[in-house]
């Protein structure tokens, strides 16, 4: 089945510095992958997705870029700001499993006033 | 706004009780999640429901079951709690299938002593 691994665990940051996570994927024929912000107390949220027909998408100060080839993709959060503090997931999706999504181990996000 | 409604935030039972974890969701979403969140372990799913008294096994159906006897209700059942089910467990539900747009409830943190 569908493996994701996900770097770093975690990560702190400066206010204002960009934060960079990123996960690797097992299955080729995974074509949906979307992340996910999980703030204390709360469920994960749903902040952007990508599937595999595009290479990058954009929102605001977060981006996600997806590279088939060598089966990883990318959370890009530029400026940072004390709100960005939260666990992202990244996940994938693939055919080969049921259509199920594979979460990763997940990444604390500490961004420092 | 979607909500997903989990019966309780924290949870002790002791060693063999059998416990109900419940959730509820407002929106006539058809697809129903319950997934386990571990440290470094991400999410992993239970099992999943796309319809009322339909289920299907997740990655990690072992020593849980589930009942979905209206469209709004979801519910995991332990039938006999051990410590190794000491967890965080999420509710979700989607509108669109079984990977896209998942909406969390807050959690229920279950303690089996």
């Known amino acids: 089945g569908e493996n994701v691994e996900q770097h770093p665990s975690t990560l702190s940051v400066q206010e204002g510095d960009s934060a960079v996570i990123k996960c690797t994927y097992s299955?080729?024929?995974?074509?949906?992958f979307p992340w996910y912000k999980q703030e204390l107390g709360k469920g994960p949220q749903l902040i952007i997705d990508i599937r595999s027909n595009v290479g990058e998408k954009k929102d605001q100060r977060i981006a996600v870029t997806l590279n088939k080839t060598a089966k990883h993709f990318s959370l890009h959060i530029t400026e940072t700001q004390p709100e960005d503090s939260a666990v992202y997931f990244c996940?994938?999706?693939?055919?080969?499993?049921?259509?199920?999504?594979?979460f990763g181990g997940g990444t604390r996000l500490m961004v420092k006033p | 706004d979607v909500k997903v409604t989990q019966s309780s935030r924290y949870l002790v039972k002791r060693t063999g009780e059998k416990v109900f974890l419940e959730c509820v969701q407002d929106?006539?979403?058809?697809?129903m999640f319950w997934y386990r969140q571990d440290p470094g372990l991400g999410l992993r799913l239970i099992y999943f429901?796309?319809?009322?008294?339909?289920?299907e096994k997740g990655d990690i159906p072992e020593g849980y079951s589930v009942s979905r006897e209206k469209k709004e209700r979801f519910s995991l059942i332990l039938e006999s709690a051990s410590t190794n089910q000491t967890s965080m467990y999420l509710c979700?539900?989607?509108?669109?299938?079984?990977?896209?747009?998942?909406?969390f409830g807050s959690g229920t943190q279950l303690s089996v002593l």
């Open positions: 996940a994938a999706a693939s055919n080969n499993a049921g259509n199920m999504l594979t």
């Open positions: 979700a539900s989607s509108l669109l299938g079984r990977v896209e747009k998942l909406f």
């Open positions: 299955d080729s024929a995974s074509n949906y």
């Open positions: 429901s796309y319809d009322v008294k339909m289920k």
């Open positions: 929106m006539d979403h058809e697809n």
